[in-house]
């Protein structure tokens, strides 16, 4: 949820710049079950826009309603919005709405904090009742530093308390340059995986060609910053071309990341690990371990755009420590913890 984070600051900047005031919303507190879990946020603008959203859509228009008084008087409230008789989840959301009105230097320790790739906490305080109150309030841990969400408000800490940790976004890097490439890139950074685009710099690509990417590193493999590579991070070999692939890899088995998918099939995965090997016998079984190849889990994807769909859902299962289950066999929660 690191990257709804950065969406709310993004959307909270450009709507100072006109003058209008946000306000914030975060699920604090569940029971039962919901859409979503505690630790979601939705940024709401005093024009009524909004950045994000707390379920599949049924609680946001009371959320937006009960925003009013908080703009009006900028004080916190806590909203109860039970969806047993409203919602298809059978759970009460406790919500907390307060103005959002960060100073410049959360920001700026923001930005810092996330391009160093370590995760933040956030704590929420508040109550179980519906009302409103001066002490109310969330604030971001930032490199050892805290930050109140509104710049004039500190929270209370007896009050009642949620914390979230938010680890770094997946930091995916896609190595080639062709039409796979271009969706994979448009559909991982939807989804909020920060984007590198590796391609080779004889090629007539810039970073425009790819929607959503982050960086674009026109590099020979040998000049590939692997040591960038750290174990939030997923790689996706995409050249079509098995000489290529196996330069990329004699650097890749280095990295810390957590996935290496391979296009093609079996027989090229093992020709490649083989040859690497024969190349590396220095290759630890953990960096094994990471490769997938052919890259992807079977639901018939035939294109391009299903075959990115194949390959992020493998890199989320393989992030996440699950396998793939259809959720009408499986029994108990359907969520995972992860952010």
Not at 204 to 218: D, I, R, V, Y
Not at 222 to 241: G, K, T
């Amino acid at each position: 949820m690191t990257h709804e984070l950065k969406n709310i600051i993004k959307a909270y900047e450009a709507a100072a710049k006109s003058g209008l005031k946000s306000v914030l919303a975060t699920v604090v507190a569940l029971e039962g079950s919901s859409y979503r879990k505690p630790g979601v946020r939705m940024l709401i603008l005093e024009n009524g826009k909004m950045e994000g959203a707390v379920s599949g859509g049924c609680v946001e228009k009371e959320i937006i309603r009960q925003s009013e008084s908080v703009f009006g008087t900028g004080t916190p409230r806590m909203m109860i919005y039970d969806g047993r008789y409203r919602l298809g989840c059978e759970g009460v959301l406790y919500i907390l709405i307060e103005p959002f009105d960060p100073h410049s230097a959360l920001i700026t320790a923001f930005r810092e904090h996330v391009s160093s790739r370590e995760p933040c906490k956030i704590t929420a305080y508040f109550t179980k009742a519906e009302q409103e109150g001066k002490g109310f309030g969330s604030v971001i841990e930032l490199q050892g530093k805290f930050y109140p969400f509104h710049r004039d408000r500190s929270a209370d800490h007896s009050l009642m308390s949620f914390t979230q940790e938010l680890p770094p976004s997946i930091r995916l890097y896609i190595i080639g340059s062709e039409h796979d490439a271009v969706n994979l890139s448009a559909l991982a950074s939807q989804m909020g995986m920060e984007v590198v685009v590796v391609v080779n710099p004889r090629e007539e690509k810039a970073q425009e060609h790819f929607p959503g990417a982050m960086k674009f590193l026109p590099v020979l493999p040998e000049a590939f910053p692997v040591a960038e590579i750290d174990v939030q991070s997923a790689v996706v070999l995409m050249n079509h071309s098995y000489s290529k692939d196996l330069q990329f890899l004699m650097t890749l088995y280095k990295g810390k990341q957590f996935y290496t998918g391979i296009l093609g099939p079996y027989k090229r995965r093992e020709e490649l690990l083989n040859e690497l090997l024969e190349h590396r016998p220095e290759v630890e079984l953990e960096f094994l371990d990471t490769v997938h190849g052919p890259a992807g889990i079977d639901i018939g994807a035939i294109t391009p755009q299903e075959i990115a769909v194949s390959i992020l859902s493998e890199i989320l299962l393989q992030h996440r420590g699950r396998v793939p289950v259809k959720l009408r066999d499986k029994k108990g929660s359907i969520h995972t913890t992860s952010s």
